[in-house]
């Protein structure tokens, strides 16, 4: 079973820079997927409001669980969960 999770991101002030966008910018609500099992250094694939996808080197899927654990308990409404089995 593999839980994955849609989660909508604080605006986050990284040590290069705030995330953002690399096509428009957006730096609020940005989306990340979560693949909760996958804590790895590889980019995380991001999204942002217009529909624009990339992986951002800055957002490593790990750091997308550690945020997704801090999230999930105090933000419930931040997530969008799907499990595949
Ligand atoms: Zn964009």
Not at 5 to 20: H, K, Q, S, V, W
Not at 33 to 40: A, F, G, L, Q
Request: glycine share 4%; hydrophobic share 45%; charged share 25%.
């Amino acid at each position: 079973m593999t839980v994955f999770a849609r989660l909508i991101l604080p605006t986050l002030d990284l040590e290069a820079g705030p995330l953002a966008c690399p096509i428009c910018k957006q730096v609020d609500g940005l989306v990340v997927s979560v693949d909760v099992e996958d804590r790895s250094e590889t980019p995380a694939f991001m999204s942002c409001d217009t529909g624009h996808r990339w992986a951002d080197a800055q957002m490593t899927r790990g750091l997308a669980v550690e945020i997704f654990e801090l999230m999930k308990d105090k933000y419930p409404e931040t997530l969008e969960l799907s499990v595949i089995e």
